[in-house]
């Protein structure tokens, strides 16, 4: 019985320990992530993927995310999908910086043909990614926002792609960020 408390015990101290190293120490990151909970780095800004997935307009979740398209936007078609990449970032820098921008983002199949993202209005989609100037310390989306409070606590890129991809997988997603020479990449779920 001793021998079994003992193993109890100790048991108890590796998963206190265990969870009480969780968190601590840096974030791994690179200029290419392999997926969702990495970062990469572009200058001082770290951009985060926390979710890349399907969408489908007919979902009370998803909806939402494909409001404020542009006028005459029209739905995909039988061969198309609406795809949404859920970023988040943060200026770990000392001085104010910018984000990339929708024109900054690219996705790429295993072909070589590149999507670009639908810009949404900011103003009617609460969850659309804008370029901004982070503060130091400053996270997109901002903080108490409906995106950082949202199912994905990211802002949204919204992509319509071909079916196709999904024969040309891996996705890739490229950050270019002006001025920069290093575009950063992530690999995207599909």
Same mark, same amino acid.
């Given at each position: ?57 007919? =979902?009370?979740?998803?909806? #939402?995310?494909?409001?404020? &398209?542009?006028?005459?936007? *029209? +739905?995909?078609?039988? $061969? ?67 995106? =950082?409070?949202?199912?994905? #606590?990211?802002?949204?890129? &919204?992509?319509?792609?071909? *079916? +196709?991809?999904?024969? $040309? ?22």
């Amino acid at each position: 019985m001793r021998l079994a408390r003992r193993f109890a015990i100790i048991g108890a101290v590796l998963a206190a320990l265990a969870l009480a190293a969780c968190g601590s120490g840096k974030h791994p990151y690179d200029a290419t992530a392999e997926n969702n909970g990495y970062y990469v780095r572009t200058g001082s800004i770290y951009y985060q993927l926390q979710v890349s997935r399907e969408l489908n307009p007919f =979902s009370v979740e998803d909806h #939402q995310y494909l409001t404020g &398209l542009p006028g005459g936007t *029209t +739905t995909p078609g039988p $061969n198309q999908l609406w795809y949404g990449v859920f970023l988040w970032a943060r200026n770990y820098g000392k001085q104010p910086q910018t984000t990339a921008g929708n024109a900054d983002f690219v996705i790429t199949d295993t072909q070589g043909d590149q999507y670009h993202p639908v810009p949404l209005d900011s103003t009617v989609n609460q969850y659309a990614w804008t370029a901004r100037t982070l503060a130091p310390l400053e996270a997109e989306p901002g903080h108490d926002t409906t995106a =950082s409070f949202g199912p994905t #606590q990211g802002a949204l890129l &919204l992509f319509r792609l071909n *079916t +196709t991809v999904y024969d $040309n997988r891996p996705l890739t997603l490229q950050i270019h960020v002006p001025g920069e020479s290093q575009v950063s990449t992530i690999s995207l779920d599909l």
